[in-house]
């Protein structure tokens, strides 16, 4: 069965740094596309990086400088290194896969990693 393991959220001080994992399994298909989207209380869920099987990233403006996501393919895995967090940061964040089959598109999504900036 298709899944993704999230590790590495926690809280840290402004300024700090944390680092996400997360691992795809059971997916039978080339993956396409890994990335982390965020939530926090009250909002809707966005987009913080995608990156695809080939390496091109894309990041929001609001984290741009200060998060890079890289991909282990071999290992199906994505890592969000997050510095110079800010209380504003704070969020649940979730990972995504995005493979095809004939069917069409899949997304894959992670139970969700708790993500806490104290100012």
């Known amino acids: 069965q298709a899944q993704l393991v999230e590790s590495g959220g926690g809280l840290v001080q402004a300024g700090g740094s944390l680092r996400l994992s997360c691992a795809a399994t059971?997916?039978?298909?080339?993956?396409?596309?890994m990335g982390w989207y965020r939530q926090a209380p009250g909002r809707q869920r966005e987009v913080v990086a995608t990156?695809?099987?080939?390496?091109?990233?894309d990041y929001a403006d609001s984290v741009k400088g200060r998060f890079t996501l890289s991909r282990d393919n071999a290992k199906n895995t994505v890592y969000l290194q997050m510095n110079s967090l800010k209380p504003e940061d704070t969020a649940v964040y979730y990972c995504?896969?995005?493979?095809?089959?004939?069917?069409?598109?899949?997304?894959?999504w992670g139970q969700g990693t708790q993500v806490t900036v104290s100012s």
């Open positions: 995504n896969a995005v493979y095809y089959t004939i069917s069409g598109r899949r997304d894959v």
């Open positions: 990156i695809t099987a080939g390496g091109s990233t």
């Open positions: 059971g997916i039978k298909f080339n993956i396409n596309a």
